[in-house]
């Protein structure tokens, strides 16, 4: 169910969203009063315990809890007694590592194929990122110019719509968006499908870019601290792709010559 959960993010209602993203912070605790911890109503929350195929709260409360126990086995969870210091320092290397398990399992091999090729074949690619996933751009194209890609990041969205409205059918827009829903990049894309680029996106699946896109990378990892240090955890999975990603576009290189 949390598998499920978090590959639904993107289409979430914001109510929904803070629900999931509660369930997905701290399980145990949102389970026995959901409706304190993302101040949201009674009716909200019944309403997303039916998008599971639960009668209600306790139904869902009850198949969570069981999937719970079963991950309480292998999982491994931080004790830091009472020192805070070392609890925030567990806390932040716990959430980045769970991150990355579930950028794995979501993982589709295929789609990770067809997004190499296309990045692969193209005569240039432009890189493109707003706000956090913006410096993720940049270093995207230190990765690319290392391969000898030709290649320009962009993170201003006025840039990158001049940009988008000048890429030929050859090449490929490579877009980075930790939510899916940006709208700047949203209308950014479509000038440049309309200029017959090609879109490779790393996105969470179901989200608008990756509904744009000819072949996206699905990063469901991504959500923020509720915490008063907004420290979200999609950013290690996102490095990790970029390493995946360069590693198989590398070889791929040469085929193409």
């Known amino acids: 169910m949390l598998d499920l959960i978090r590959q639904s993010l993107p289409q979430f209602t914001p109510a929904e969203r803070r629900i999931a993203e509660a369930i997905l912070d701290t399980p145990s605790t949102a389970i026995t009063d959901a409706a304190r911890v993302v101040k949201v109503s009674e009716p ?4 997303f315990c039916r998008r599971f ?7 869902f409360r ?4 069981h999937q719970l126990a079963v991950r309480q086995s292998t999982a491994t969870i931080a004790e830091s007694g009472t020192d805070p210091f070392a609890g ?3 806390d932040i290397f716990n959430r980045a590592a769970e991150a990355l398990r579930e950028t794995r399992h979501d993982l589709d091999l295929d789609s990770l194929r067809r997004a190499v090729s296309l990045l692969a ?22 990765r690319m110019a290392c391969l000898g890609i030709a290649s320009v990041a962009y993170s201003d969205p006025t840039l990158q719509m001049v940009s988008a409205a000048r890429l ?27 200029s017959g680029a090609r879109v490779v996106a790393i996105c969470p699946g179901g989200s608008i870019v990756a509904s744009l896109a ?28 970029l390493d995946v990603l360069i590693a198989l576009l590398a070889p791929e290189l040469g085929k193409t010559d």
Do not use: Q, W
């Open 44 to 47: 909200s929350i019944i309403r």
């Open 88 to 90: 925030m320092v567990d």
């Open 168 to 194: 030929s059918p050859s090449d490929v827009l490579f877009v980075l968006s930790f939510s899916g829903h940006t709208s700047y990049l949203i209308s950014n894309i479509e000038i440049a499908k309309k």
């Open 62 to 65: 009850l198949k969570l809890a």
């Open 214 to 241: 000819d072949g996206n990378i699905n990063l469901n990892a991504y959500r923020t601290s509720a915490g008063p240090l907004i420290v979200p955890t999609g950013r290690a999975p996102m490095y990790v792709m």
């Open 121 to 142: 074949r193209a005569r240039r690619i432009d890189v493109y990122g707003y706000g956090g996933s913006g410096f993720l751009a940049g270093e995207a194209l230190h």
């Open 53 to 59: 195929d639960c009668d209600g709260l306790p139904d």
